[in-house]
């Protein structure tokens, strides 16, 4: 069955580094998806990106991220300069259009986050 | 008001009982619903969607209520392996583009 894949599992980094987390979305999805849950805290939308643009974005998604689709079949997301609040554990999704208006989203196993 | 609100629990039930979660949405211009399921640390994944009649997946069974802006969950004969949080998803459409936002989740424990 295929999924979405999300490397790496783990990424330790230092306050003011920049990181970047990489995600394999589901071959034939045509929206991806960011999303950030800190521990003991609901799953948070960042950013959903269609057709090579960022489609919809939350007030949580500032200037600090970015997001790029730097071949056919990588999803990235760049934090540019870490804060301790940054950390948490990034969850990529993919959908596909089913139907007239429901998108069923696959999620990957997500990035760990850790900033010290 | 929470654009989506969960009873976050826990809800300890033994096995073999029946559970029901509910799941309130503040935007009546909400598109599609879905129930996610979340073990700890891990991804949410998706139990089902939640079509406007209602829909069953063997033991689980969804309810929509556009009217009163809520959706259900129901669990009949629980088992052990149904210990997790459960997401509430609501897909909000927004100037064109999509949104999904998320409840806090219910967490539920099953009991031998």
């Known amino acids: 069955e295929p999924e979405v894949t999300q490397t790496p599992s783990h990424q330790v980094t230092q306050m003011g580094q920049e990181v970047i987390l990489r995600c394999v979305p589901i071959s034939n999805h045509l929206y991806f998806y960011w999303y950030r849950q800190i521990l003991g805290q609901k799953v948070e939308f960042l950013v959903s990106?269609?057709?090579?643009?960022?489609?919809?974005k939350s007030e949580i998604f500032d200037d600090q991220f970015s997001v790029e689709r730097p071949d056919g079949s990588n999803f990235t997301l760049k934090i540019r300069s870490t804060k301790l609040e940054d950390s948490a554990m990034y969850f990529c999704?993919?959908?596909?259009?089913?139907?007239?208006?429901?998108?069923?989203?696959?999620f990957g196993p997500g990035t760990r986050l850790t900033v010290t | 008001r929470k654009e989506v609100e969960q009873d976050p629990g826990p809800f300890n039930v033994p096995e073999g009982a029946t559970v029901a979660f509910n799941c309130t949405y503040s935007?009546?211009?909400?598109?599609?619903f879905f129930w996610y399921r979340q073990d700890c640390r891990k991804e949410p994944k998706l139990l089902m969607s939640?079509?406007?009649s209602g829909n069953e997946d063997g033991r689980f069974t969804a309810q929509l209520n556009r009217a009163s802006q809520y959706i259900s969950l129901l669990i009949r004969d629980s088992k052990l392996s149904d210990s997790a949080t459960y997401l509430c998803v609501v897909n909000e459409r927004a100037s064109g583009t999509y949104k999904y936002i998320f409840g806090t989740g219910t967490r539920l424990k099953v009991l031998a």
């Open positions: 999704a993919s959908s596909v259009f089913v139907g007239q208006s429901v998108y069923e989203q696959y």
């Open positions: 990106f269609y057709n090579n643009e960022i489609s919809e």
């Open positions: 935007n009546s211009a909400s598109q599609s």
């Open positions: 939640v079509y406007s």
